[in-house]
């Protein structure tokens, strides 16, 4: 029975995990978990799942759920998170937050000796090769569930990693991809929640229509499969069925092709090595490429830029734009504004070559106050 610690349990991705464990009880022990600040929704999860740990969002909130769950033992805010992946029982830990916050519990669990399923991709954008050198350190194994990076991995299994010319990654191409630059400066919060393909939470549907999360996507492939910028293509795929690809040295194309299914790559991690069977259906249909436009999408063509620069820009590219996503989805700015903040705050941030995980967490947070603090009340 595989030990599991889930991080962001009340998000999308956080329940398509619970769902996954809750059908299979004789393989899977849910050890830990992290709620979030709807209270409904936090007492939904814990009736169906009893962990031994729970972390709650506020401080405010532990005497309610004290009283009315006496068997778990409850922490709360980014403390309550490395508690949870410091548990001394070994296992893996699923991180399925949103934005910065799974980094430090991340480093946390790695330490412990814990697997990391990742669903968080700011984890290696901030933190890219500090993370993957603790995970050979401690020997411990970092499991996509990205759909993309899931299907690449698929893809390289059995493979040489010297053999691969280059992976491609696809994109549906968002909320937005059938619209003008000029456009964009009327459309609301509600379109850009619209994606055509994927049901996912606020950030990354609004990431996905910038392109910015699949610039994130870049740089995490670049740490989780040691390749060069320039083995790294992305493309724009509509159906969203073709996740991704791998170009091998003798012309062949190995391709990972399923359903836009979360609940798809999250069993994958899970069950890795082996496969569990999911009553899923898979019609062929036509499948389209085209390729991207960075001048169409320039936060894609940043996140090369930062990428290949490494060092702190990655996280002071992640913390603005996490920053300017919030204030976009609160109405504080328009759309165009996240490129336009993202932009300035790269440009004119100093480079660390070699940051500590102090310095990254320190500039994330000054990052995003800074932000907020110019934009939130223009």
């Given at each position: 029975?595989?030990?599991?610690?889930?991080?962001?349990?009340?998000?999308?991705?956080?329940r398509q995990?619970?769902?996954?464990i809750?059908q299979?009880?004789?393989?899977?022990?849910?050890?830990?978990?992290?709620?979030?600040?709807?209270?409904?929704?936090?007492?939904?999860?814990?009736?169906?799942?009893k962990?031994?740990?729970?972390?709650?969002?506020h401080?405010?909130?532990?005497?309610?759920?004290?009283?009315?769950?006496p068997g778990i033992?409850?922490?709360?805010?980014?403390?309550?998170?490395?508690?949870i992946?410091?548990?001394p029982?070994?296992?893996?830990?699923v991180?399925?937050?949103?934005?910065?916050?799974g980094l430090?519990?991340?480093?946390?669990?790695?330490e412990?000796?814990?697997?990391?399923?990742l669903?968080?991709?700011?984890?290696?954008?901030?933190?890219?090769?500090l993370?993957t050198?603790?995970?050979?350190?401690?020997?411990?194994?970092?499991?996509?569930?990205?759909?993309?990076?899931?299907?690449?991995?698929?893809t390289?299994?059995?493979?040489?990693?010297?053999?691969?010319?280059k992976?491609?990654?696809?994109?549906?191409?968002?909320?937005?991809?059938?619209?003008?630059r000029e456009q964009?400066?009327?459309?609301?919060?509600?379109?850009?929640?619209?994606?055509?393909n994927?049901?996912?939470?606020?950030?990354?549907t609004?990431d996905?229509?910038?392109?910015?999360?699949?610039?994130?996507?870049?740089i995490?492939?670049?740490?989780?499969?040691?390749?060069?910028?320039?083995?790294?293509d992305?493309?724009?795929?509509?159906?969203?069925?073709?996740h991704?690809m791998?170009v091998f040295?003798?012309?062949?194309?190995?391709a990972s092709?399923?359903?836009?299914?979360?609940?798809?790559?999250?069993?994958?991690?899970l069950h890795?090595?082996r496969?569990?069977?999911q009553?899923?259906?898979?019609?062929?249909?036509?499948?389209?490429?085209?390729?991207?436009?960075?001048?169409?999408?320039?936060?894609?063509?940043?996140?090369?830029?930062?990428g290949?620069q490494?060092g702190i820009?990655?996280?002071?590219?992640?913390g603005?734009?996490?920053?300017?996503?919030?204030?976009f989805l609160?109405?504080s700015i328009?759309?165009?504004?996240?490129?336009?903040?993202?932009f300035?705050?790269v440009?004119?941030?100093?480079?660390?070559?070699?940051?500590?995980?102090?310095?990254?967490?320190?500039?994330?947070?000054?990052v995003?106050?800074?932000?907020?603090?110019?934009?939130?009340?223009?």
């Amino acid at each position: 029975m595989t030990s599991v610690y889930l991080l962001g349990a009340a998000g999308s991705i956080g329940r398509q995990t619970i769902e996954i464990i809750s059908q299979q009880p004789a393989a899977f022990k849910m050890v830990g978990l992290s709620l979030g600040s709807d209270d409904q929704a936090n007492h939904e999860i814990l009736t169906a799942i009893k962990p031994i740990i729970a972390c709650l969002r506020h401080e405010h909130q532990l005497d309610e759920y004290v009283r009315r769950y006496p068997g778990i033992r409850f922490v709360h805010g980014g403390q309550g998170l490395v508690t949870i992946a410091r548990h001394p029982e070994k296992g893996i830990l699923v991180n399925a937050l949103s934005g910065s916050a799974g980094l430090r519990p991340t480093v946390a669990a790695i330490e412990t000796g814990k697997d990391i399923a990742l669903a968080n991709k700011e984890t290696l954008v901030m933190a890219g090769s500090l993370v993957t050198r603790l995970a050979n350190q401690h020997g411990v194994r970092l499991l996509p569930i990205d759909s993309e990076h899931s299907a690449i991995w698929q893809t390289l299994a059995g493979e040489t990693i010297t053999d691969v010319a280059k992976i491609i990654i696809t994109a549906s191409g968002g909320a937005f991809r059938d619209m003008t630059r000029e456009q964009l400066k009327t459309v609301t919060i509600q379109d850009a929640l619209n994606h055509p393909n994927w049901s996912m939470g606020a950030k990354i549907t609004v990431d996905s229509a910038t392109m910015m999360n699949k610039g994130l996507e870049i740089i995490e492939a670049h740490h989780l499969f040691g390749l060069d910028y320039d083995q790294i293509d992305t493309v724009l795929h509509r159906e969203s069925i073709v996740h991704g690809m791998t170009v091998f040295k003798d012309g062949t194309v190995k391709a990972s092709l399923s359903q836009p299914d979360m609940r798809i790559p999250i069993a994958y991690a899970l069950h890795h090595p082996r496969r569990h069977h999911q009553e899923r259906t898979f019609d062929l249909v036509n499948l389209s490429f085209e390729p991207l436009d960075l001048k169409r999408y320039p936060l894609l063509a940043l996140a090369y830029q930062v990428g290949r620069q490494d060092g702190i820009l990655p996280t002071v590219m992640n913390g603005a734009n996490e920053a300017a996503v919030k204030l976009f989805l609160e109405g504080s700015i328009s759309f165009p504004d996240i490129e336009t903040i993202v932009f300035e705050t790269v440009n004119h941030h100093d480079q660390i070559a070699d940051p500590t995980l102090d310095q990254i967490i320190d500039t994330d947070r000054l990052v995003q106050a800074d932000i907020r603090r110019k934009y939130e009340k223009r």
